[in-house]
């Protein structure tokens, strides 16, 4: 299974992006799927997961202005980010989560990480 995530740009504070992490090689199936985004300087942080179930969850720092969604059927996750801020600005992953307990916070629980696509939030 690989993950292509695309979608990024850049985009002025209050805009909104949609990113898309699209699988090949395997379909996601039964695959929960997270988001991750790496701003400079800093570790690369979990802000949103989605299951097969549709159950969702979200970090603090996005609650309320990203939502992740799925469609199976075009084997693809994405991300609705809205309002966004300076501080959104990064490069996002998505990656497999290998045992589906949804925690953001153990990079090492998740897999098959793609290569990242650039947000920058800036006027």
């Known amino acids: 299974l690989q993950l292509v995530e695309s979608g990024g740009a850049l985009v002025q504070p209050g805009g909104s992006l949609r990113l898309t992490c699209a699988a090949s090689g395997a379909t996601l199936g039964d695959n929960a799927v997270g988001w991750f985004r790496q701003a400079p300087g800093k570790e690369r942080e979990g802000i949103a997961w989605?299951?097969?179930?549709?159950?969702?969850m979200y970090g603090d720092s996005v609650k309320g202005r990203f939502t992740a969604s799925r469609d199976n059927a075009k084997n693809a996750i994405y991300l609705q980010m809205t309002n966004l801020k300076p501080d959104d600005t990064g490069v996002y992953y998505c990656?497999?989560?290998?045992?589906?307990?949804?925690?953001?916070?153990?990079?090492?629980?998740?897999?098959?990480w793609g290569q990242g696509t650039q947000v920058t939030v800036s006027s």
């Open positions: 989605i299951n097969s179930g549709l159950t969702t």
């Open positions: 990656a497999v989560d290998r045992y589906g307990l949804a925690r953001l916070y153990d990079l090492s629980d998740f897999g098959s």
